[in-house]
């Protein structure tokens, strides 16, 4: 399966429309280059955009995960959003790993 790359804006410092980074994921979801993304959430480390006016998590997007779970990048690369490299997890169980 060939790994897509979609886009992530800078935001600060005048880059909002420079392209700073790619996040990786698979072709069935390569429609979510739709959306403006660009590196944010805690210490700018993941793929996020606003969606009906709310902020959004790539990797929680693609999996589907609710509130109570967490999603694990399997290979700790937080912009490899394709699915294998994404686990859902119960949060303690995150925290022990």
């Known amino acids: 399966m060939t ?34 993304w660009h590196r944010g959430g805690k210490r700018r480390r993941y793929a996020v955009a606003a969606i ?9 997007l693609i999996m589907g995960s609710p509130q109570h779970q967490q999603v694990r990048h399997l290979n700790g690369n937080t912009l490899d959003n394709r699915r294998g490299n994404l686990e859902v997890v119960p949060t303690k169980a995150l925290q022990i790993s």
């Open 3 to 36: 790994t897509r790359q979609i886009p992530l804006y800078g935001r600060a410092n005048g880059r909002n429309n420079n392209v700073v980074d790619y996040a990786l994921v698979d072709p069935v979801d390569v429609l979510l280059s739709r959306h403006r």
């Open 52 to 60: 009906n006016g709310r902020t959004v998590l790539m990797h929680r």
